[in-house]
């Protein structure tokens, strides 16, 4: 789809850099399960974060905003197969005591994976509905994946969600396990958020549940 880039209203990537140097923080915490070290994080949050600010920083903006396309769908591969090994080696160590992880390093682990979860599909809904955000905002979009209560408000005939209403999205998934706010009407919507929500209640029933035990005795 051809987008006008030079438009002023291309939506600000500023939230997604900001809650990605939140997940990047969270990863850095002391004890924590990782796949990848700490170089290779630190060259995937680049991957995303630079392109996002040189869409709306320079000039070229069609450009960047196919680099940018590129870069989400490298950074959301690689981040997913990461979330699986990080979970996998979690309940490894879980299964293997008295050597495995102390109350701390699970505690750690769960809040970490569980950020980069909310993270990883906050970004996906962002980048698949509605054919993307420059179409939403060119007014080029595709039939939704989320229907939110202001798309029904009479007195808002005109108006599309941003990263942000997708990040309260993936937010309330993960933490009430369904749809709260946006309801979702197409099938890959569906096994998104069941995806997320799956990945969530194993993190905070199974890991961070067995952190707080271990921290409790």
Not at 91 to 101: D, E, T
Not at 173 to 200: D, H, Q, W, Y
Request: aromatic share 10%; charged share 15%.
């Amino acid at each position: 789809m051809s987008v006008n880039t030079q438009s002023p209203n291309l939506e600000p990537r500023w939230p997604i850099v900001l809650v990605a140097i939140v997940v990047y923080a969270s990863s850095q915490l002391p004890g924590r399960v990782r796949a990848l070290p700490q170089w290779a994080v630190v060259l995937l949050a680049a991957s995303l974060v630079v392109p996002m600010l040189a869409v709306n920083l320079g000039r070229e903006k069609q450009r960047w905003l196919q680099l940018e396309r590129a870069a989400i769908a490298v950074f959301l591969t690689v981040i997913s197969f990461t979330l699986i090994l990080d979970l996998r080696d979690i309940f490894h160590a879980m299964l293997r005591p008295p050597n495995g992880l102390t109350g701390i390093e699970l505690l750690n682990s769960s809040i970490a994976v569980w950020a980069t979860n909310v993270l990883m599909f906050s970004v996906v809904y962002w980048w698949i509905d509605r054919g993307g955000a420059e179409a939403r905002v060119c007014g080029e979009t595709l039939a939704p994946d989320w229907l939110f209560p202001r798309d029904e408000a009479e007195d808002l005939p005109s108006w599309q969600p941003t990263y942000v209403d997708y990040l309260f999205l993936a937010f309330c998934t993960a933490t009430s396990f369904g749809p709260t706010e946006a309801m979702p009407l197409t099938s890959r919507a569906k096994l998104l958020m069941m995806a997320e929500s799956s990945v969530s209640l194993v993190t905070v029933l199974a890991i961070a549940s067995r952190a707080i035990g271990l921290l409790g005795s």
